[in-house]
């Protein structure tokens, strides 16, 4: 019989259980959320699982794609509601970290649940062997551990971490239900202490606090050494552990001290004295607005932990850091900070140089092999690499003579590699991947189907053309696809030629296109500082071919003869909507940030956005039925520059359609969008023109009197009125009739139009330019 599921038992409705089931909720799948009963018997029985379930909808970033996901969640208790187990076919248990309490809650599991189910920990570093004493054969054949990292709908680490019983069917079935239904990145775990991201990553926290003082560095100055220029998150080294909470810190840090036996790491793994002062003071972080750092009025002060009082942030001076930051790449970087010679290069060293040994000495201990431990600390820490990765990046052989030098003992499979004539632990020929297995040999590096890599396709030589910022990639099976990779995507001539360049391509040789890549953010729109140097240079007939081709080229997509799939993710803004409206479908990944943002900098949406989002609204209206609410809610989106939290949201705000596809698991995007236009492809017929009706001058006028409306209630300045005046005459059609047909051609005028008349705008330009020195939006 196939197993699936349909239903979840949460068990614990803490912070990480209520977002367990809230990401559940995101992908459709029921949950029943049980929390303890109030002491007070006067109180709600399932005040507390209410609590959580209802603390979702106030959580910032926001724990559902949508509002009404919380509807999927039915709540309960640990007394009352048991039997209804047997309605769940995965049980995770989320409770308090305390052995004696978990196995608790196992021995009432056991009896409740149906023969078969699923049940899990999400344990943060338990021992799975030890939470399943006393329990049947059956239930340990179905236990085992699904360590989620906070939050779970943001965060793509899963652990899964086998118990000593647990049956192969059923780690198999959880790994393809976590990645293709939770889209989350999977990571096999051995049952050690802390698993593997936050053993090596607690580890690596607690050496970079050891030495900066040793090193007599502040904590933002090792923050500034230790975030973005080394490939980290910008949080890097003690704002993480405020986001993280230094109690939860402590508590993981000491579940290490008290399980290891070697003496020299269970030294590693003793918090030090201003840290546990901290805990004790009860400034643990983010939760209390007090932490490592504290914002006093508008500023935001560091801690000096050897007084224990919060200073104004002070500047590193570091002339090896600032040469990183002058280096293009990551290994670049690297090279220039470990191997320099000042006090910052001494600090990153040692730490990277002890971080990299113990991910080596508990490599076969804590995974199978170095590539679970590398996606580990990618997925789970916000790693750019994982440490074998770094160790390649700054020289396997280099670092390993520099670390011998200092006396350091290097594992004796690390110097097997090296012994062998190898210099890395990852290596690739044509795309195709291999990594140093902890027995000493190479072996491949097995991608799943799904994960399409156009880093790989390039290095087969799959580029069908390119130029500095487009490609067009033969995806295979006669699909192709259109890859953006100019800074931040932003769209300028290159990528509008290569658009032109696609659109005739793949009309002539290809079955159809994906528009995709993989970058960091799908697009963040046009390309503003070229936009603002033709305005002010007064290049009106530049402006206007740019603007012209580039709504050509939208064109051009939208009606060849060929089905064209769009597949956006994380930030998609301005014309990065537009470039993925004239798509037949959009496949999105679920974590899409969509918006028409043009207002923000004084400006309108120019490739066609402003007629898209007309016919998206008006496009399924009965005829006879009143045109301007649709057209109200059109402009309303672009006016106030609305901007998706999720793909879902996006669906609600009119951007994406009912028949757009959702992907959650963002790394087979691209896979899901080509199966897209494959099953599009051989009975496609191209869209014929549209003839769009209009509301008109007196839709006009409505339009307008709301925007007046916002004036005067102290909304909108007397420029937000002007841009959006701009808006509403494009979305109405003009100064026509109410009711007058007119084509897409007409709308993309009025929008051109619009849109150099904004560009001639002193306001605007004072908008553009703050935007791209400031990275925000100005009100003026």
């Not at 190898?422 to 020929?429: G, L, V």
């Not at 509301?695 to 009125?721: C, F, I, P, R, W």
Request: aromatic share 8%; charged share 25%; with cysteine.
């Amino acid at each position: 019989m196939e197993r699936k599921i349909r239903k979840v038992a949460v068990l614990g409705a803490g912070v990480m259980g209520a977002g367990i089931a809230a990401h559940l909720a995101n992908v459709g799948v029921k949950s029943l959320l049980l929390d303890i009963v109030p002491k007070d018997p006067e109180q709600d029985r399932n005040l507390f699982a209410k609590r959580g379930r209802d603390g979702l909808l106030k959580q910032k970033p926001a724990a559902l794609y949508t509002a009404e996901g919380i509807n999927l969640i039915e709540v309960g208790n640990f007394e009352d509601d048991l039997h209804r187990l047997q309605e769940c076919d995965w049980v995770i248990e989320v409770v308090v970290e305390n052995l004696a309490v978990k196995r608790q809650v196992y021995e009432k599991i056991e009896a409740a649940v149906r023969p078969g189910t699923i049940v899990s920990s999400n344990t943060s570093g338990m021992s799975i062997a030890a939470m399943q004493e006393g329990r049947g054969d059956s239930f340990r054949k179905h236990f085992l551990g699904t360590h989620f990292f906070n939050p779970p709908r943001y965060m793509k680490l899963l652990e899964i971490i086998p118990g000593p019983e647990t049956d192969p069917a059923v780690v198999e079935f959880m790994a393809n239900f976590a990645e293709k239904r939770l889209g989350k990145g999977v990571v096999f775990a051995k049952d050690t202490v802390n698993f593997i991201a936050n053993r090596i990553g607690t580890y690596g926290l607690m050496i970079s606090a050891q030495e900066m003082v040793k090193q007599g560095l502040g904590v933002d100055e090792v923050d500034a050494l230790t975030g973005p220029v080394i490939g980290r998150p910008k949080s890097a080294t003690f704002r993480t552990l405020d986001i993280v909470g230094l109690d939860t810190f402590v508590h993981v840090a000491n579940n290490v001290h008290d399980s290891v036996s070697d003496e020299h790491e269970k030294a590693t793994f003793v918090i030090p004295e201003f840290l546990q002062k901290m805990v004790e003071n009860g400034w643990i972080g983010e939760k209390v607005k007090k932490g490592f750092f504290q914002k006093i009025g508008k500023d935001i002060h560091a801690l000096d932990y050897a007084t224990m009082e919060y200073r104004p942030r002070t500047k590193i001076k570091s002339a090896s850091l600032e040469m990183a930051k002058q280096q293009k790449s990551l290994k670049e970087k690297l090279r220039v900070l470990v191997y320099g010679q000042d006090k910052a290069s001494q600090f990153l060293w040692n730490v990277m140089k002890r971080t990299l040994l113990y991910s080596a000495e508990h490599a076969s201990e804590i995974a199978d092999d170095i590539v679970n431990i590398d996606r580990a600390m990618k997925w789970g820490f916000n790693w750019q690499t994982g440490p074998f990765e770094t160790w390649d990046l700054i020289g396997v052989e280099k670092s390993v003579a520099r670390m011998e030098a200092e006396g350091e003992t290097i594992p004796a499979w690390v110097k097997d590699l090296l012994a062998s004539g190898k210099s890395s632990f990852y290596e690739s020929e044509l795309g195709a991947k291999s990594f140093y297995t902890l027995s000493g040999e190479f072996k491949g590096l097995e991608e799943k189907k799904e994960n399409i890599s156009l880093a790989a396709l390039k290095e087969q030589g799959r580029v069908i053309k390119k130029n500095s910022g487009a490609s067009l990639i033969d995806l295979g099976d006669g699909v192709a696809a259109l890859e953006f990779h100019s800074p931040n995507q932003a769209i300028g001539g290159d990528i509008v030629a290569m658009m032109h360049y696609a659109a005739q391509e793949v009309s002539q040789n290809y079955k159809g296109l994906v528009i995709g890549n993989q970058a960091n953010n799908f697009c963040v729109g046009a390309n503003l500082m070229m936009i603002l140097m033709a305005a002010q240079d007064d290049d009106w007939d530049e402006l206007d071919l740019t603007i012209r081709q580039f709504q050509n080229a939208t064109m051009a997509l939208k009606y060849m003869d060929r089905p064209v799939v769009a597949a956006p993710f994380a930030m998609t803004l301005g014309g990065g909507a537009e470039v993925c409206f004239p798509a037949d479908k959009i496949v999105g990944a679920a974590e899409s940030y969509f918006g028409l943002v043009e207002v923000g900098v004084g400006l309108l949406p120019g490739g066609g956005g402003n007629k898209e989002i007309l016919l998206r609204n008006i496009e399924n209206v009965p005829e006879g039925i009143d045109l301007q609410p649709y057209v109200t809610r059109a402009f309303e989106t672009i006016a106030t520059a609305k901007v998706s939290t999720s793909f879902r949201d996006g669906q609600k705000l009119g951007y994406f359609r009912q028949s757009d596809e959702m992907t959650v698991n963002q790394d087979f995007l691209l896979h899901d969008a080509k199966q897209s236009v494959l099953a599009m492809a051989e009975n496609y017929v191209a869209p014929t023109p549209k003839r769009i009706k209009v509301v008109g001058e007196n839709g006009y006028a409505l339009l307008k009197l709301g925007a007046q409306t916002m004036k005067l209630s102290g909304y909108a300045s007397d420029h937000d009125v002007k841009i959006a005046s701009k808006v509403a005459n494009v979305l109405c059609g003009g100064q026509v009739i109410g009711g007058s047909v007119v084509s897409e051609q007409y709308l993309l005028d009025l929008e051109r139009e619009a849109f150099l008349s904004l560009c001639g705008e002193p306001l605007s330009q004072q908008r553009m330019q703050f935007m791209l020195t400031k990275g925000k939006p100005l009100r003026n």
